[in-house]
């Protein structure tokens, strides 16, 4: 288990990629997963950091990676605002080029892409977002 | 965020290379705005340094392309396998035409 | 002589490789005709692999050019910097437009 | 030196190459100053067996390299017709595309690619074309 803090920056999404890319290589992920678990990071840090803390950067990112048997599991931590998923309508797919609308397929493609990811939120306690990856074979 | 254009007869290409993510798609944005505000519709974008996409670069690139057409096309060359399979997911492959190479995306305009 | 054509919106590319010298200098002409005989005048003639070109092939070459233009144009990409050499020095480096890669090539047209 | 004979065939022109190519390196002659022997001895090679013995093939080519301090001398023997090459005209060169009349330019690409070019001709010894090339420096 290894534990990373990153300001909560837009231009450290690359950094929070490195290091999460390093474990899931480490995990034994094919370059498919591997790829998928960056782009569910990826998303995940960025609404922390342009929704969550709305790009005031009062506070940090705490970013764990845990080696599981079958693959890897990621915890990403924030003291934002309390967060409810729930309250997010699903993306339109698979609609035409004039019907798409911007936006809104973060939390979608997250889902694709992990096998697990399971919001929890307290008052108190912050936003803890666990995602899992589990190796295809 | 480095990014080259090449103005062809019929086409434009742009280039980038490395991640296109949150912190950089409007920068992309920027360079894409500034051909199709010349009435340059067709352009090709070569991804073959690029090796990472998340939605808010897609959502920059189908937002070019939605100005392109039906007057051009904005056309992906070179998709790393990742990308493209995380494109499909979503459903959003079937909006680019995806090339192998630049001399097929180039002679298709 | 292996000869691969590939067919683009706008030109055909047409590759060879190794020698063009008296013994197969028909051929390449064949495989042109059979390019202008379709009424497709934009050719790109990729000489990448191409490492030696006698009087014989460039006959071809300038014979393919005449039935080309004004209609289209036969244009070369990669040309070896002896071959390059030997075709300025007879004066006819002035009846082909040299380009360094093919991607610039199908781009001209 | 060293020479080697081959029969009169259009097809042969690539081994002729082969042999006068791993000469003229032998005789540390530059890749540009290679391909203009190659180029020269091609032509040469290929007047000889189109027009001397008007592919008709009943004999052969005998070409000898010789090194010399300050390059390459290459004899090519054929015991076709006589030829006089004075008897040939000048092709018009630098004229417009349209002008261009095909052909008559092999003699004329070897007295540019070579430093020396003699044609030696009597009836009963046949034909004898001797050319140099120097190094550059
Ligand atoms: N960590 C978060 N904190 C607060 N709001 C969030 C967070 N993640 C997502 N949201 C909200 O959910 C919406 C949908 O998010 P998402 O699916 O990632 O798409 P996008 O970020 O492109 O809008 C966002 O527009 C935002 O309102
Ligand atoms: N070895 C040769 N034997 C006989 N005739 C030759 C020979 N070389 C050249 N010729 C004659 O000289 C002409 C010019 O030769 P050249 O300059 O090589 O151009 P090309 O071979 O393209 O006609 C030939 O057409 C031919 O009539």
């Not at chain 1, 990826?42 to 950091?49: C, G, Q, R, V």
């Not at chain 1, 929704?51 to 506070?59: A, D, F, L, M, R």
């Not at chain 1, 080696?67 to 915890?75: A, M, Q, R, S």
């Not at chain 2, 280039?15 to 992309?28: C, F, P, Q, W």
Request: with cysteine.
């Amino acid at each position: 288990m290894s534990t990373q803090r990153f300001s909560c920056s837009l231009h450290n999404l690359e950094k929070i990629s490195d290091f999460i890319t390093a474990c899931a290589n480490n995990a034994g992920l094919s370059d498919v997963e591997v790829y998928a678990v960056q782009l569910a990071v990826d998303e995940a840090a960025t609404n922390i950091i342009e929704h969550g803390y709305g790009q005031e950067c009062p506070s940090r990112i705490d970013v764990t990676c845990e080696y599981l048997n079958d693959g890897l599991k990621i915890v990403i931590y924030d003291d934002a605002e309390p967060f409810d998923p729930s309250l997010v309508p699903e993306p339109a797919i698979n609609v035409s080029l004039d019907e798409i609308k911007p936006r809104g397929l973060g939390i979608f493609l997250m889902r694709k892409m992990m096998d697990e990811v399971v919001y929890e939120t307290s008052p108190d306690k912050g936003n803890t977002l666990t995602m899992i990856k589990h190796h295809k074979s | 965020m480095d990014i080259q254009k090449t103005e062809f007869k019929r086409c434009t290409v742009v280039k980038t290379s490395g991640r296109i993510d949150g912190s950089n798609a409007h920068e992309l944005a920027a360079a894409l705005k500034a051909v199709t505000a010349k009435n340059m519709y067709n352009i090709v974008f070569d991804m073959t340094e690029v090796n990472f996409v998340a939605s808010a670069g897609w959502w920059v690139l189908i937002d070019t392309q939605k100005t392109c057409k039906p007057s051009g096309e904005l056309v992906l060359v070179k998709v790393d396998k990742g990308i493209r399979e995380s494109l499909n997911l979503v459903g959003m492959g079937s909006y680019f035409c995806i090339f192998e190479d630049m001399t097929s995306a180039v002679g298709s305009f």
